[in-house]
């Protein structure tokens, strides 16, 4: 029987998922766990049982396209321009955050512990999968010592969450993202986000 129940588990744990990820889609952040909850056709308790809270669930839901910037950081690191490189990659974050709904508030610094850079399981993925690129960048001279992975997935969370709002989201964030840039870089680098 124990056998089972760990099957069961499973099962519900993929649908409660895979609904989750609609609601997200159609809620944001906002989405609600009851709603969730009689989709599946189970308890609320089973839902938190599962996500303990709502930033469990958001991690969830984000963690395949937190696994795809990882994996793109890690084919970056090796391109020759790090600049372009660092910046091509945080571009891609915030696009994601821009049209997946949810990846900025499950990204966001919530104050709950004191790390804020290993506060959950997506930011701490992505701080170790970035920080080659913004090491590389800083050796380079092409970005300004003293900024972490932490700091720019902040920036980007900010930027996203300050435009979701807007008509056009996506060039208001990206225009937001190349003032950050230019703000981040050496005076010799200020032309912008790409160039």
Known sequence: MPGQQRADARRNYARILAVAENEVAAHGSGASLEQIARTVGVGSATVRRHFPTRRALLEAVAQKRIDALCARAHTLTGVTDSRTALLEWLGEVLTFCVRARGLAAALAHDGAVSEPAHENACTAALEA?????????????????????????????????ATEHHPDPADQANRLFGLAVRGLSPRSLAPGPTG
């Open 129 to 161: 999968a970035a920080s080659p690129l913004l090491d590389r960048a800083v050796q380079d001279g092409a970005v300004a010592p003293g900024a972490t992975v932490t700091d720019l997935i902040t920036l980007i969370v900010g930027i996203t969450l």
